[in-house]
């Protein structure tokens, strides 16, 4: 900076000083400016003014801007968070699922979608009559039903849960009965529960409610606590818990088999719809809601009998007086 002063000055005043020795100038009359490593300010460690060096690196010095990750980096970190994301999803909250089958025909059809809630089951929600659930195979079930080969990609996007998985051995059927519950069918129906026939509009068309034949179409079962009693819509081509009673649990499903119940259907788009409760399970069905009715009706009579004798007593004793 002093050769920039020196040559400044020279030039400017060259005549008038000429043949006479030239003095240095004073870069803090001048105005000169400065840097922290101008030999002629490191005296004191201060720049001019007094002030302390602003190399970027002082208290007093702007912070840096902090240079912006490129996309390309960024974009690893984002997918493994989307894949935790995911897996959290499909572990907790909800899982898609494929319909394999026409025994939900017309309530799901094969290739449907269908979301399943994972998430109430842990908070001890139990499957409810009139809900439809996935379930896992409760003791060979699918026994001789091919199993689908799937690709890698298939495999992976099953895997995060973006695809129905292939390897495990699902149903999805309509909860009929749960514990403490008497599930009955006679002739072709209607389907009873604890003695009260079901109004069941969503049974296939032509089908009847039950089936006629010796193979589990015509039963009377009482479901014991902790397991469900399952059957298809398509109650003509459905291999539910009607033709499972000669396995392990009698054709019951547990209720720890149950993976969640079906809540919506997402694809096709075309056939979006929810899954609710039918109106026919809104009636009182409930195993003790006979035991109820006939409970007033034994106390009348359990006590009007004490008053009967007591009166006949006493008129007995008035005649002989």
Known sequence: MGDVA???????DGEEHRGHPVEAADPAADGAVTSGNDPGAAGDGTGSGGQPPTDGQGPGAAPKPKKQ???????????????????LIKTFLVQAFSIPSDSMQNTLQQGDRVLVDK????????????????FHDPDNWLAGEPTPDPNALQTFLSWIGLMPSAE???????????GGDTVECKGTGP???????????????????CSQDDQGGQFKVKVPEGFIWVMGDHRQNSRDSRYNQADTNHGMVPV????????????????????????????????RSAAL???PQGLALAGAVPLVLWRRRRVAAAETR
Do not use: C, M
């Open 6 to 12: 020196v040559g400044a000055r020279s030039g400017h």
């Open 69 to 87: 990750r490129s996309f390309w980096k960024e974009l690893p970190i984002l997918i493994g968070i989307a894949l935790v994301l995911a897996l």
């Open 119 to 134: 998430l109430t089951p842990w908070f001890g929600s139990e499957p409810d009559r009139g809900e439809v659930v996935v």
């Open 168 to 178: 495990e051995k699902d149903l999805i059927k309509r909860v009929v009965g749960v």
């Open 191 to 209: 389907l009873k529960v604890n003695g009260k026939a079901l109004n069941e509009p969503y049974v296939y068309p032509g089908n009847t409610p």
């Open 256 to 287: 720890d088999k149950v993976v969640g119940r079906a809540i919506v259907i997402a694809w096709p788009i075309n056939r979006w719809d929810t899954l609710p409760v039918p109106d026919t399970f809104e009636q009182n069905l409930n195993a």
């Open 293 to 295: 009715t006939v409970a």
